[in-house]
């Protein structure tokens, strides 16, 4: 048990952060574009909550590309709030995405004071994941990876708390069984990341009990089995509630779901180290490269020290209440890279679908400051320590507010940060760009009486990252070809292309009018005439 004094101050930093958090959110939720397949993921939502209220029978939403495979939890979150409340339908999204995003920092908030042996783990954990920019930047425009990962990060925590109380409380059966039923319903695939973190808390326990003399019964009761048992269906059930699809065949249909992530037969070209790979045939190292190169470097090197002080701990002291907790937050890392090196899943998009990751890698980097701190006993160390690692944590934010809203785009100084990149690696994948190069085209359109047409770099995904912006006076097409020769047709005022794919390099003979960047790096070319219309 904490002493009062700890948990006081525990409480004030929580409250720090959620008003930090929520202060933040209001100032710039607004700042952002909207990321390659926000509008269909938008659509998503608006068909499934059709499919709710006209009572089962719109089933539109089964025919949206591929989007039956995927859960709709957030997606009809946002429909919902947006039908009722008459607001701005991404401003909406981007609210509730980046809300989720602060309760995945919560939940580090209390995964740290859950394992750490001092109030620095939860504190410099918090640190470590708000001043990662790609964490950061995600936060406001990704429904999919963000909320899972906030929903990854509680389901831990619910876990944890399950399983060290004997027997549970009603409110942590009750805890895990919402935990879970979240997770699922955003990423029904997450159940196979969650289960290895589970497995190594209780294998850890079974060791520990077994070599005590204990028998395994005792750490593994029929009825905390029974317990898990209820609670995985309860979770499922919360799984299925918001998922028309599945709806047909709950139990066969999630595992369809499952198993079309994990074999997605799509393969995208992926800029990887100056070379062009298709994502199904990447090299084994992708995930854990793209990690340490879009990791602040006092973050990794803060978490590299916890992980190994961690399994020091368990080697010096292996019956301490945290050691099996820590086993898990092990895992929650170590497995998914392990994963990825060794089956070489078809990825892409960096360390957009590995950003569950970055609460452990925080976590970790709350112990490493521990370690740090705890070295010498006096006061003066200790404040001097404390100060030095405050501010090597806070050097991202300079970077954070040169790149700003591209925040996504980061790179750590491994590869010379986004201005090294490029050229190497993917930058501003999700053409969040296209908002400010649409804002400069309406601004060349001012009052004109006839309309100017723009030809934009973009598929029926991507469209909407321009048309979302477009003023009224824009007439917009778009293309998804590249290594277009030659000048751009005098149908067109504008060619607005991305540097993805080398689409910036179409009609090289007409001339670069604008630019839109960060940092040394370009994101987004405009081609046109040489005086804007």
Known sequence: MRPNNGVRHLDVWTGAVLL??????????????????????????ER?????????????????ADLRFYGPLF??????????????????????????????????????????????????????????????????????????AAAFAWAVLAFLLFWSNRPPARRHVLGLTMALGVLLAVRPAGILLLAPVMLAVISYDVV?????????????????????????????????????????????????AVAYGIGFPVSYPVLFAGETVPS????????????????????????????????????????????????????????????????????YDGVRHFLFLLPAIALFAGRGAEALIQLRTSRAWRLGVGTGLVVALALPV???????????????????????????????????????A???????????????????????????????FAGDGIVLETTFETDLAGRLPEVFDFYVGTTRYGMDRNYPDTPVVHAVGRAGAVYTVIRGADEAP
């Open 20 to 45: 930090f958090g929520v202060i933040a959110i209001l100032l710039l939720f607004q700042d952002f574009g909207v990321p390659w397949d926000e509008g269909i993921q938008a659509e998503y939502g």
């Open 48 to 64: 499934v909550r059709r499919y709710f209220s006209s009572g089962f029978r719109d089933r539109s939403n089964e025919q949206l």
């Open 75 to 148: 997606e009809l979150t946002a429909a919902t709030l947006t039908a009722a409340l008459g607001s701005d339908l991404f401003a909406t999204r981007h609210l509730l995405a980046a809300l989720a995003g602060l309760l995945g920092v919560l939940a580090v908030v209390r995964l740290g004071a859950r394992v750490g042996g001092s109030l620095a783990v939860p504190v410099f954990a918090t640190l470590a994941l708000i001043s990662a920019p790609r964490f950061f930047g995600h936060a406001f425009v990704n429904s999919k990876d963000v909320p899972f």
């Open 208 to 256: 520990r009990a077994t070599r005590r003399g204990a028998e395994v019964g005792a750490v593994l009761p029929r009825s905390r089995l029974a317990t898990l048992g209820l609670i995985a269906v309860g979770a499922w059930l919360l799984m299925v509630l918001p998922w028309p699809w599945v709806h047909a065949s709950p139990l066969l249909r999630p595992v369809q």
């Open 280 to 347: 199904s045939a990447l090299p084994w190292h992708y995930v854990v490269s793209y990690v340490g190169i879009t990791t602040p470097l006092a973050v990794l090197g803060l978490a590299l020290l916890g992980l190994a002080r961690s399994v020091g701990d368990q080697i010096r002291t292996p019956d301490r209440e945290t050691s099996a907790a820590w086993a898990g937050l092990q895992a929650w890392l170590l497995f998914p890279l392990l994963f990825a090196a060794l089956l070489r899943p078809n990825t």
């Open 398 to 436: 300079r970077d954070m507010v040169r790149l700003h809203p591209y925040e996504s785009t980061y790179f750590n100084g491994l590869v010379g940060g986004v201005e090294g990149a490029v050229g190497r690696y993917e930058t501003d994948y999700w053409v969040l760009s296209y908002r400010e």
């Open 438 to 468: 649409m804002e400069w085209v309406n601004r060349q359109a001012g009052d004109r009486n006839e309309p100017v047409r723009v030809l934009v770099a973009a598929n029926e995904l991507s469209r909407t990252s321009a048309e979302a």
